[in-house]
């Protein structure tokens, strides 16, 4: 019996969850609403609307490329956080499902290579992520220390508040403090987002490939026929959490997806029209050559993990199929018969993005492309 703790790859998206929405971890007291209401107001809705209603009073053009680098990452970003606040049951159940099937790792091979691929991957994931995210907001940091010191009580990104922030100095000084405090939240709000995904998945490849192990090893070992036909029925047991997990998996990343491709897709085309056109200190420049592989770092990792499930999935009548199954009881042999008909129906199953894109490495690459495209007419427009 190995002990196996997949679930504490979510540590960090429950740490984000408990201080963005306190109020799901039982604690209701009246100040803990009413910061997580303010925060959701203020942040949330807000911070991304202040960003977009600045887009309305015409800016120069740089304004508007840099508004709008961050103002589509900032509606994603709260979308997405909208939408795993409304799966955050789902999702706990998710990670029963995950303990569960936890418990069935029980041969030495299983254990190995759970370790050695579905853990290790997860881990590559977590440290690229987080790694990521503190090169970028280390530099937005340091890029807002330099602009204190400087004196220059500018906002960071062009944006609409109904007061004259030039013409009072303590205004101008409460706007940069309120979109220095946003971004940090917005921060946590993205860790969360761009951690559920993909280790979600890592995981579901791997306890699929696991039941594929055990279920392609089925009556090659010296047991009573009876002892295989029961082990069959355990295995059809597993299969049923692993349909369930599934599902889940497909319900809860869905909308999330679909803004992420979405998003992803335009952001990338405008921080490289930025950069190429309107870019000219250094600080900002190593900020946007960061904030462009951070998007690549958000999409890459759910589109990869995506295909290996569909892999694995692709792969459940073949490892049905390899056991010893010739040589097992009528009741054994015809008990496989139903099931392999019921998993050849899983081979149609695909997780989509928003119930209309399947989601795969196909469709990190078509996001590229439509970026390419964004960028090709941006390019045209501007003469160049």
């Known amino acids: 019996m190995f002990i196996i703790d997949s679930l504490s790859f979510y540590r960090p998206f429950w740490i984000c969850m408990r201080l963005l929405v306190p109020t799901f971890f039982k604690d ?10 303010l925060l959701h107001i203020l942040v949330t ?8 209603l600045h887009l309305l009073l015409l800016p120069s053009t740089a304004d508007f490329f840099k508004n709008l680098t961050m103002s589509l990452t900032c509606v994603a970003c709260s979308l997405k956080h909208v939408a795993h606040l409304y799966h955050l049951p789902q999702i706990v159940e998710i990670e029963s499902l995950i303990e569960q099937l936890d418990t069935f790792i029980a041969s030495e091979q299983e254990h190995r290579y759970y370790q050695d691929h579905v853990h290790c991957h997860a881990r590559r994931f977590t440290r690229c992520l987080y790694i990521s995210f503190g090169m970028v907001y280390a530099v937005f940091l340091f890029g807002v220390f330099v602009q204190v010191i400087s004196g220059k009580w500018e906002l960071l990104y062009p944006a609409y508040f109904p007061f004259d ?3 009072n100095r303590l205004l101008g000084a409460v706007a940069l403090g309120y979109q220095v405090f946003s971004m940090l939240v917005e ?5 969360g987002n761009d951690t559920y995904t993909p280790l979600t998945l890592c995981l579901l490849a791997g306890h699929i490939h696991l039941w594929s192990i055990r279920m392609g090893q089925l009556g090659y070992f010296e047991e009573e026929a009876a002892t295989n036909h029961q082990r069959l029925l355990e295995y059809i047991e597993q299969h049923k959490l692993l349909v369930r997990f599934h599902n889940l998996v497909s319900r809860t990343i869905s909308e999330v997806q679909l803004v992420q491709l979405g998003g992803c897709g335009a952001t990338l085309c405008i921080i490289v029209s930025y950069m190429l056109f309107f870019v000219g200190d ?3 420049l190593v900020y946007y050559l960061v904030f462009f592989g951070v998007v690549c770092v958000q999409l890459f990792p759910s589109c990869y993990f995506a295909s290996e499930v569909a892999e ?3 792969r459940l009548p073949y490892a049905i199929f390899s056991s010893r199954w010739y040589d097992q ?11 392999t008909q019921l998993t050849l129906g899983n ?13 795969n490495l196909n469709a990190f690459f078509a996001t590229l492309k439509m970026a390419y495209s964004l960028f090709a007419v941006v390019v045209r427009a501007k003469g160049i």
């Open 28 to 37: 209701s007291s009246r100040p803990v609403q009413l910061y997580v209401v």
């Open 45 to 52: 809705l807000w911070f991304p609307l202040h960003l977009l």
């Open 165 to 167: 922030l030039e013409s």
């Open 187 to 191: 921060g946590f709000q993205a860790l």
């Open 282 to 284: 250094t600080i900002s």
């Open 312 to 314: 694995e999935v692709e």
């Open 329 to 339: 009881s009528r009741d054994h042999r015809f008990d496989l018969l139903i099931f």
């Open 347 to 359: 081979r149609g199953w695909v997780i989509k993005a928003g119930g209309l894109i399947e989601l």
